[in-house]
């Protein structure tokens, strides 16, 4: 019956110093202390821009330390976020915005072959002559806030940097006062359906809904806080980011990802690496990795 954000400072509270957060690509790796000071500071940077409780906050990315960050930083105050596919093309992605009426949108810049900035601009070309924070788009009536992740803002966009560097002690007392008012019924997550017969659906779920979806399978699993999972699965979907991210820190546990995007080869590169205790994914990637040339030579 807790909120995310109470689960996740009780964890914090128990293990600050155990190992949070291993984001291999970016050569990130974090405490649950450290995590803990990062979401916070994202948490206040979207109250300084105007995100309130309730407000949908969309994320458009893969796998990255961002991605965790505003997991819970959305959390925090009770905003929520809005899981948006990678792989969406201009059209899917006003679909989603609209539909849902998200306004703020946390982009990726480009992933493979997909540039996202240029996508967000063929779809709303106004933005080249916008204000970050002050958007008037008609391809996208509800959308306020872009953040752009990295330090390099665009035309009309918040850099993810600049966000992180908002926070003041008003913030603070703000976020202070906003988690006293959250309980574990509030809706904290909006996931979409795959949409194969038709657009896909956005299924509202709450705190009590995917905290304990992600603490009754880290039960099945047996995790504790001493094992480490590594997590290949984009985070977007629920097997990455509630039975993934969300179950790691049920527990106390270590979330590892390996790689933006999955690669058989570094994905055991980095169970060997960081000794994992478990490993996600789907038929398809485990036989990928089973089929690799040299697989007898990683120490699993």
């Not at 819970?72 to 929520?80: E, L, T």
Request: aromatic share 8%; glycine share 6%; with cysteine.
């Amino acid at each position: 019956d807790k909120t995310i954000c109470e689960s996740f400072d009780f964890i914090f509270d128990k293990h600050p110093d155990s190992l949070a957060v291993v984001v291999s690509h970016q050569n990130v790796r974090l405490t649950y202390k450290a995590f803990q000071n990062k979401v916070n500071q994202l948490a206040m940077g979207l109250l300084a821009i105007g995100v309130k409780p309730g407000d949908r906050v969309g994320i458009w990315s893969p796998n990255n330390i961002e991605w965790c960050l505003t997991q819970f930083a959305s959390a925090k105050i009770g905003a929520i976020m809005v899981c948006i596919n990678p792989a969406y093309r201009p059209s899917e992605l006003k679909y989603a915005l609209n539909s849902v009426e998200c306004s703020t949108l946390i982009t990726a810049s480009e992933f493979k072959a997909s540039n996202y900035i240029s996508m967000l601009n063929e779809l709303a070309p106004e933005l080249k002559d916008s204000q970050a924070g002050k958007l008037n788009l008609n391809a996208l009536p509800h959308l306020k806030n872009i953040i752009r992740i990295g330090a390099e803002p665009a035309a009309g966009m918040f850099s993810f940097s600049d966000i992180m560097q908002r926070a003041t002690d008003a913030h603070k007392l703000e976020l202070d006062a906003i988690a006293a008012t959250l309980h574990c019924d509030q809706d904290i997550n909006i996931q979409f359906t795959s949409g194969t017969t038709g657009n896909p659906k956005g299924a509202t779920l709450t705190h009590k809904n995917i905290l304990n979806n992600a603490l009754l399978v880290a039960q099945a699993m047996h995790f504790t806080e001493r094992d480490k999972l590594c997590i290949p699965v984009p985070l977007y979907h629920c097997f990455g980011m509630v039975l993934g991210s969300l179950l790691c820190v049920s527990k106390g546990a270590a979330a590892i990802y390996p790689s933006d995007s999955f690669d058989p080869k570094t994905t055991l590169e980095v169970v060997q690496q960081e000794k994992c205790t478990g490993l996600h994914g789907v038929p398809t990637m485990f036989i990928s990795e089973l089929e690799l040339n040299n697989f007898s030579d990683y120490d699993l």
